[in-house]
């Protein structure tokens, strides 16, 4: 029998020990041996729940029982998770962990304390739930040299955005029906303005890299500022708008940003709607791979962390490559990044040629929105698009298009 610790009861540590007890048969089964969970630590009491019989208050009964081999990390944030992960690693403990940001924080450092112990810190469930997306690029693509990460990596957004496009309703109004159905915090900042996804492409960045990548150097675009008049736009040239997550090596530069962007029918990433995630690696050798799921939620996201418990149960004082190097990855000034735009003016077709002065020729798209009227730019620099944007009189709005 493995015994083993969590740290946290929400919502992803009360999963993981629904699936520990409801699948412990299949467990027992894969693994060669029964999981059970010896402690739950929380703050709070949960009287007459299953967990009353194994909830602890002090961390230090995990830290210093010798028969607790593995601890669970579903706490979140920073602080205090970083402190008991780094102290139950330094006690020989292997560690799985679903905190997107404590990897993309602290990731670096808790891989090595690993190494030099011998453990193992898995984070398979920090980047799309339930997802298998980050055992798979370690393990299954490690012979392929990855030149682009692009994802849905948020359901809240895709679910706002989905709900804009198909009902036509106010980001407002789309986020307010999100929180109602507990797709969206109350406080929704992390996800809205992207900050959510940035930690998770820096992740996945890293990985496929093999270097640090910093979430705090990635542009970061949410999707307040995307209107009901931009999907008529999309809808007029028939496509989607999606809060892409990118990481591209293209002509020697690695270029990362997130930001909202129109996505063609053609692209995988085209038809992922709602809650679900969508995580697009493309390989130099393999092609293109697609990933699709839920993205959150209590069972889905505590199925890929039980997974990650059953593997250190399976390596047990044997480190398994699981991450990056310490080297940090410099990426290049999305200035020289070279893309289409969809920009929105003041005005009608009489603008044409002032637009195309300003751009390029490109195409002029009326989507009926009274006063105004949309270009689509030929393929342009960053840099470029903005200079000749600040030149332009009544500039409403643009938006990226994914290629």
Known sequence: MRQIAIMGYGTIGSGVFDVVNTN????????????????????????GEPVEEVLIHDVNII????????????????????????????R????????????????????????EKNINFFFGASVGGGIPIIRPMLRSLCADDIEEVTGILNGTTNYILTKMAQEGSSFEDALLEAQDNGFAERKPEADVEGFDACRKIAILSSIALGR????????????????????????????????????????????????????????????????????????????DVMFYGRGAGSHATAS?????????????????????????????????????????????????????QAFGQGILVDAGVAGEVGYLTPVISEKEFADAAASLSGVRGRIRVQA
């Open 304 to 356: 890929a962390v039980t997974a990650d418990v059953m593997d250190a149960a399976r390596h047990l004082h044997q480190n398994i490559y699981a991450g990056w190097s310490g080297e940090k990855q410099e990426l290049s000034d999305v200035g020289s990044w070279e893309k289409q735009f969809l920009i929105r003016v003041e005005g009608d077709a009489s603008r044409e040629a002032e637009l195309a």
């Open 24 to 47: 412990r048969e299949i467990i027992r089964k894969n693994l060669g041996e029964e999981l059970r969970v010896k402690y739950v630590l929380d703050l709070r009491d949960f009287p």
């Open 92 to 115: 020989g403990k292997s560690v799985a962990t679903s905190n997107k940001e404590l990897v993309a924080k602290h990731g670096v450092e808790l891989l090595t304390l690993a190494k």
């Open 63 to 90: 830290l210093e029982d010798p028969e607790v081999d593995i601890v669970v990390e579903t706490m979140g944030g920073l602080e205090p998770a970083f402190t008991f992960v780094r102290s139950a690693l330094e």
């Open 212 to 287: 640090q990548v910093d979430f705090e150097e990635i542009p970061t675009e949410g999707i307040t500022g995307i209107t009901k008049e931009d999907f008529l736009y999309a809808a007029k040239l028939g496509w989607a708008i999606k809060l892409l997550a990118s990481s591209r090596k293209e002509n020697g530069h690695v270029y990362a940003m997130v930001a909202p962007a129109l996505v063609q029918p053609a692209h995988p990433l085209f038809a992922v709607c709602d809650v679900f995630n969508g995580i697009m690696v493309h390989g130099n050798m393999v092609d």
